[in-house]
């Protein structure tokens, strides 16, 4: 079956870069995505990008996709920590929508 | 305000008994879902529903029904058959079914006293 993976935790400082990755394994998925959950709440969307495209940018949220590799990114710059939060990727496979495991990004000061 | 809304923020089930989980979206989708999220994993679809009237089993059915007798709502039942029913509910709806994006509720807790 399909399987998107991303890694457990990513810590960064205030003011810096963070990269979230995440690979999927379905080659014909068409929309990607990417949201973000914060503690007791649900899933925020954040953006999504359509598989023809190989970077989608939203202020300060980057996305890159490299379907030759089955690899997506989300790249937030200057983060803050207000991004501190659960980061979700993922894939439609077949009608159904696919996640991985979260990807936990802690801010520090 | 267009959205999802999902009643109660906080369940409690009790030995034995049956709960429902309120889910209520005035987006005008076809398409609503109802997934489990258990503490730092990511979510399983338990139930889907293409269009009112309609609903198909997901990845961990079991323990679980639902119904969709009206286009905006989508109840989801734990029975006392869901042995470890301890987790974040979250029900979504989309336009249709797949390929398009999903919008989340704010998540319905479930304890078990």
């Known amino acids: 079956g399909e399987d998107v993976e991303q890694s457990l935790f990513l810590s960064v400082r205030e003011g810096d870069s963070s990269v979230i990755n995440c690979t999927y394994t379905?080659?014909?998925?068409?929309?990607l995505y990417w949201y973000k959950q914060e503690p007791g709440a649900g899933l925020q969307l954040l953006t999504y990008i359509f598989s023809n495209m190989d970077m989608k940018q939203d202020q300060r949220l980057t996305v890159l996709l490299n379907k030759k590799d089955k690899h997506l990114s989300l790249r937030i710059a200057d983060t803050q920590t207000g991004d501190s939060a659960i980061y979700f990727c993922?894939?439609?496979?077949?009608?159904?929508?696919?996640f991985g495991g979260g990807t936990r990004l802690m801010v520090k000061p | 305000d267009g959205g999802i809304t999902q009643s109660p923020k906080y369940l409690f089930r009790k030995e034995g008994q049956n709960v429902t989980l309120s889910c209520e979206q005035n987006l005008n989708h076809d398409a609503m879902y109802w997934y489990r999220q258990d503490p730092g994993q990511g979510l399983r679809l338990i139930y889907y529903?293409?269009?009112?009237?309609?609903?198909q089993k997901g990845d961990i059915a079991e323990g679980y029904s639902v119904s969709r007798e009206k286009k905006e709502s989508f109840p989801l039942t734990v029975t006392s058959a869901q042995k470890n029913p301890t987790a974040f509910y979250l029900c979504?709806?989309?336009?249709?079914?797949?390929?398009?994006?999903?919008?989340f509720g704010p998540g319905t807790r479930l304890l078990v006293l």
């Open positions: 979504a709806s989309s336009i249709e079914l797949g390929g398009e994006t999903q919008y």
């Open positions: 529903s293409q269009i009112v009237n309609d609903f």
């Open positions: 379905d080659s014909s998925s068409t929309y």
């Open positions: 993922a894939e439609i496979a077949g009608n159904m929508l696919t």
